[in-house]
């Protein structure tokens, strides 16, 4: 792979000289051509839900004196208009997390009520596959963020977890307190594990990026939209975190989500002076 450059010539004075400028294009190059294959992707994906709404649509005209499959392809329609809504509404999470600037609000968050919380949004879906859904580790931890993208960062490495083990099986979010991430920030842990299919070793460090899917037919069959993982990354990055993946094909797996713990400590400066 070769290097682009835009290369400027100006003239110097009268005496022949000239100025050359050269500037780097490969990084916009690249910025460009994944901003296209995001735009293709997307189109792609809206297209699908799309034309099969039209289909169905189109079907149930003709069926309107069967109820039975009136009933059966009204179905299949709110099944592809919630493919839809989830589509376009991680799209939107997407863009808000994707960006370089910080987060407009961030406060404190209890993680006990964003670990609460996700359960509870999560424990249909578990219910319906019979899978225990528990949690445990350590407790009364904060970290400094947004409380809603934490709750959706969780939600959405939960319900991958569902989606991607089979029946009676259990899925745990534990807490982990508290490594030093060298500089002497504590780092908290949310570990989510489970038992289901696992990833393939060669495809672990690709299941971020957007879009991208182990098995796509699976994926669509349980609603996921591909950009579940990418948002999460997002938003671990946009609270100065990470997310890791362990996982053993056929055997489960784990994903970490580390976060720097918010100490009560006081900030370092200078103490103030006594008064004499
Ligand atoms: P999707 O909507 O397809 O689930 P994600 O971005 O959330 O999109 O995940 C990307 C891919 O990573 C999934 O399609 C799946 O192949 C794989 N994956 C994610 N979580 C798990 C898991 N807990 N177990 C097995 N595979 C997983």
Not at 196 to 202: D, E, K, R
Not at 222 to 228: K, N, P, V
Request: with cysteine; proline share 6%.
């Amino acid at each position: 792979e070769g290097r682009w450059f835009a290369v400027r010539v100006a003239p110097l004075g009268t005496h022949g000289l000239v100025l050359v400028l050269a500037e780097d294009l490969t990084e916009s190059r690249r910025v460009e051509a994944m901003r296209r294959d995001f735009v293709a992707n997307v189109s792609h994906e809206l297209k699908t839900p799309v034309g099969a709404l039209a289909l169905l649509a189109e079907t149930v005209e003709g069926a309107a004196d069967d109820p039975e499959a009136v009933r059966r392809f009204s179905g299949r329609m709110q099944h592809e208009a919630v493919r839809l809504t989830n589509l376009v509404q991680d799209l939107m999470t997407l863009s808000r997390v994707q960006g370089e600037e910080p987060l407009p609000e961030v406060r404190p968050v209890a993680l006990d009520e964003v670990i609460a919380e996700s359960l509870d949004r999560s424990q249909i879906r578990a219910t319906s596959k019979n899978i225990d859904l528990g949690s445990g580790g350590a407790t009364g931890l904060k970290v400094r963020g947004d409380e809603e993208l934490l709750v959706t960062a969780l939600r959405n490495l939960i319900d991958n977890a569902i989606a991607y083990s089979p029946e009676n099986t259990r899925v745990v979010v534990s807490t982990r307190c508290c490594d030093d991430d060298g500089d002497g920030q504590p780092q908290v842990e949310l570990n989510v594990t489970d038992q289901g299919i696992g990833i393939p070793a060669g495809e672990l460090d690709r299941i971020f990026e957007r879009f991208y899917r182990v098995d796509p037919a699976r994926s669509r069959q349980t609603g996921g939209t591909g950009l579940g993982l990418a948002i999460v990354k997002h938003v671990a990055t946009k609270h100065h975190g990470t997310v890791s993946v362990w996982s053993e094909e056929g055997h489960g797996s784990t994903f970490t989500l580390r976060l720097p713990l918010l100490t009560t400590r006081p900030p370092d400066g200078p103490t103030p002076e006594e008064p004499d």
